[in-house]
T-cell receptor, first 116, second 112 residues
Framework: DSGVTQTPKHLITATGQRVTLRCSPRSGDLSVYWYQQSLDQGLQFLIQYYNGEERAKGNILERFSAQQFPDLHSELNLSSLELGDSALYFC???????????????FGPGTRLTVL | GQQLNQSPQSMFIQEGEDVSMNCTSSSIFNTWLWYKQDPGEGPVLLIALYKAGELTSNGRLTAQFGITRKDSFLNISASIPSDVGIYFCAGMLTGTASKLTFGTGTRLQVTL
């Protein structure tokens, strides 16, 4: 158990809908990262937050947004869903926003999103 | 998005055999990480490497940070059935952000 929690575990919805995925980082970690894992694109970095502020953006669509709240949990919002958004969405956390020793990313169990 | 090249893509081995896999990139990284992912689960960190040429072990696992900083290698000795899974390398550049760039994965299956 990495200490990172994600809810829900599974989510099934229809095209055009909007969903919210939730992540709670490990106790003490201030930075949260979101990744998408699909069959054709593999694991791709979406966005990083540190202490409530956006730090880095990756291949995140404009239909997707995220935020980190004062209690440090984070939510990833996916709107106008398309079939191609079906994927596993992972959250990871670290203490510091910077890379380096003792600041490795630990991943949550993921949310499997299925868009029908 | 960018993905690092991992080889082999998949491998079937017998219990007790040693396994080697590698990961290559067209650009340099300051940090290399190796993760294992079981079906339906999140990636679990196995080994982290921070210096070119570094060789680090974690039990039966040994990983190396390539001298060119564009590659990394993972070896598993005396494989056991629970080694089954997908192994991912990930590279990271130090700086203001620490996003990971993942490899394409190596699927390992171990037969008794």
């Amino acid at each position: 158990d990495s200490g990172v929690t994600q809810t829900p575990k599974h989510l099934i919805t229809a095209t055009g809908q909007r969903v919210t995925l939730r992540c709670s980082p490990r106790s003490g970690d201030l930075s949260v990262y979101w990744y998408q894992q699909s069959l054709d694109q593999g694991l791709q970095f979406l966005i990083q937050y540190y202490n409530g502020e956006e730090r880095a953006k990756g291949n995140i669509l404009e239909r997707f947004s995220a935020q980190q709240f004062p209690d440090l949990h984070s939510e990833l919002n996916l709107s106008s869903l398309e079939l191609g958004d079906s994927a596993l969405y992972f959250c990871a956390s670290t203490l510091s926003p910077y890379s380096g020793s003792q600041n490795e990313q630990f991943f949550g169990p993921g949310t499997r999103l299925t868009v029908l | 998005g960018q993905q690092l090249n991992q080889s082999p893509q998949s491998m079937f081995i017998q219990e007790g055999e040693d396994v080697s896999m590698n990961c290559t990139s067209s650009s340099i990284f300051n940090t290399w990480l190796w993760y294992k992912q079981d079906p339906g689960e999140g990636p679990v960190l196995l080994i982290a490497l921070y210096k070119a040429g570094e060789l680090t072990s974690n039990g039966r696992l040994t990983a190396q940070f390539g001298i060119t900083r564009k590659d990394s290698f993972l070896n598993i000795s005396a494989s056991i059935p629970s080694d089954v899974g997908i192994y991912f390398c990930a590279g990271m550049l130090t700086g203001t952000a620490s996003k990971l760039t993942f490899g394409t994965g190596t699927r390992l299956q171990v037969t008794l």
